[in-house]
């Protein structure tokens, strides 16, 4: 590797995620000079021997960034090629994900807490686990403020996810206990989650998608009903509200939706199979109308057995107001009751 380096102060840095540890916070920075065995390398390449707990994507995109100096001077191109004595210096900022466990305060509706568990009525919007673009402002970031003890737990506690623009109740588990047997429940089918929405076209009369789901094999980011003998099973019943129009004669329909399974985009691809794609939901062909600038879809219910007390909970959270003028700019009729 060509540099000389002898960790200064603290007994491995390294935490699981690739962050450096710092007692006040401050990223570490470390420094070495290029010997004679470095002298023609890449920058980039001789980092990862330096910091080999980063990955040379990251050291890369600190190299942009203006977080390595050589003898003193910025260096701006992963491929600079290093000389022999120069000194170089880097500063170890952690990576996106590294930070992405982190309590962050924010207003949380709640519609259910005690201290086994509790249940969000999650905005539209909002993101339910960090990911690639997503590394902070999550729920899970909102629930390790509101819950520190939630970082002892998988995932702080989430059990089950709505999409980032999809609006509604969701349960969280406060206790590794509830956790578990929460787990259990929605696998088992016991956890029972209904839906509003609004369709595009005339749905007249109550119908049920029973199609299993995969991957879309040519767009990543979205699902499919999956051949036979392919995919998970997947089934929505499907009940009519009422029948409106936007206008121009083109009827949208508010339906209730029922889960008895709850892949990833479960709904949205069981609709849109039968003709019927929410409004606003492009990714599955749905156009948008009324305003929406998400999909019009919402977790109206939850209901589930308590783990641990055992009480029978029936929890549920009104349309959110963007949705709410949608439905009544239709015309479509009132809410179940």
């Not at 506690?157 to 969701?170: A, F, N, Q, Y």
């Not at 409106?244 to 709904?267: E, K, N, W």
């Not at 879809?297 to 959110?320: K, N």
Request: charged letters at 20%; a neutral charge.
């Amino acid at each position: 590797m060509g540099a000389k380096y002898r960790a200064g102060g603290l007994d491995d840095p390294e935490d699981d995620a690739g962050e450096v540890a710092a007692a006040d916070g401050v990223p570490e920075r470390r420094a070495a000079e290029v010997d004679a065995a470095g002298h023609g390398e890449r920058l980039d390449r001789w980092l990862t021997a330096l910091a080999p707990e980063f990955s040379r994507n990251h050291l890369q995109a600190l190299v942009e960034r203006g977080c390595v100096t050589a003898d003193g001077r910025p260096v701006a191109k992963p491929a600079h090629k290093l000389r022999a004595g120069q000194r170089i210096e880097v500063e170890l900022l952690p990576t996106d994900e590294s930070r992405a466990f982190r309590a962050e305060p924010m207003a949380l509706a709640l519609a259910f807490e005690d201290e086994h568990l509790l249940v969000v009525d999650k905005p539209a919007g909002l993101v339910v686990h960090p990911a690639a673009g997503n590394w902070s402002g999550t729920l899970m970031n909102g629930l390790l403020a509101h819950h520190p003890a939630a970082a002892t737990l998988p995932r702080a506690g989430i059990v089950h996810r709505l999409d980032k623009d999809t609006s509604g109740l969701m349960v969280v588990g406060k206790t590794l206990e509830a956790v578990t047997a929460l787990t259990r429940r929605i696998a088992a089918r016991e956890v029972h989650r209904e839906y509003l929405a609004l369709a595009w076209g005339r749905v007249d009369a109550a119908f049920t998608v029973e199609q299993p789901l995969r991957r879309d094999p040519v767009s990543r980011v979205k699902m499919a009903v999956a051949p036979a003998g392919l995919g998970k099973p997947a089934r929505t019943d499907v009940y009519p509200l009422g029948v409106g129009d936007v206008g121009g004669g083109r009827p949208v329909s508010a339906v209730h939706c029922v889960l008895h399974t709850g892949r990833t985009h479960q709904i949205r691809v069981h609709l849109a199979h039968r003709g019927h794609p929410l409004l606003a939901d492009a990714l599955y062909g749905g156009a948008a109308a009324l305003g929406l600038a998400r999909q019009a879809l919402h977790a109206a219910r939850l209901s589930f057995t308590h783990p641990v007390t055992g009480e029978a909970l029936a929890l549920a959270a009104p349309l959110p107001a963007d949705l709410a003028a949608a439905w009544a700019a239709t015309g479509a009729g009132g809410l179940p009751g």
